[in-house]
Antibody, heavy 123, light 108 residues
């Protein structure tokens, strides 16, 4: 069965960076993309960006351009999301989700999600 | 960026009742709309994709329809496990993907 397992909770100081991992299993990793979505306390989901597991192409939400980097490791079927220059309003649960890759053609839409990683930014 | 507006913000109903949730897009998303259910302290769970197609495991009491800018999710008879927050999400002309603000279905 498809599973996405994320790394554990993090506490960071303002200005620091955080890197969250998302290990995929149960499907052919390179046939899909991974989207990253965050959810601040009491708020709705917010899409951060997408990466193709096939060739590493990325699309980032404008809000995070220059501050986020998404990568994948096809050997370990793991996706990573690094967010830099953290601020208190980056405190949120960060999710990875399996997504469509137009170059591969296997259509899905955020059909499987990781369990979420709480990132707390506090001085 | 396409903005999705969900209504109502909160729906107070009893088990067995019918729930009707609305999602309106600021411009046409064709049929590229999905619905998610989110329970407390859990990840969102895909219910519906492509406006009306049930995802694997979605019970038949969940039905959705619509196209272009107006979409509806109907739960025909609420079960206790259906009380949750529901979000719509579009992927027309992405990026970006965007989500609506959510409708909370609570027990009356």
């Amino acid at each position: 069965q498809v599973q996405l397992v994320q790394s554990g909770a993090e506490v960071k100081k303002p200005g620091a960076s955080v890197k969250v991992s998302c290990e995929a299993s149960g499907y052919t990793f390179i046939n899909y993309g991974i989207s990253w979505v965050r959810q601040a306390p009491g708020q709705g989901p917010e899409w951060m960006g997408w990466i193709s597991a096939h060739n590493g192409d990325t699309n980032y939400a404008q809000k995070f351009q220059g501050r986020v980097t998404m990568t994948t490791d096809t050997v370990t079927s793991t996706a990573y999301m690094e967010l830099r220059s953290l601020r208190s309003d980056d405190t949120a649960v960060y999710f990875c989700a399996r997504d469509y890759d137009p170059l591969k053609g296997y259509y899905v839409n955020l059909d499987h999600w990781g369990q979420g990683t709480l990132v707390t930014v506090s001085s | 960026e396409i903005v999705l507006t969900q209504s109502p913000a909160t729906l107070s109903l009893s088990p067995g009742e019918r729930a009707t949730l609305s999602c309106r897009a600021s411009q046409s998303v064709r049929s590229h709309l999905a619905w998610f259910q989110q329970k407390r302290d859990q990840a969102p769970s895909l219910l519906i994709f492509d406006a009306s197609k049930r995802a694997a495991g979605t019970p038949a009491r969940f039905r959705a329809n619509g196209s272009a800018t107006d979409f509806t999710l109907t739960i025909s008879s609420l079960e206790p496990e259906d009380f949750a927050v529901y979000y719509c999400q579009q992927r027309s002309n992405w990026p970006p993907l965007t989500f609506g603000g959510g409708t909370k279905v609570e027990i009356k």
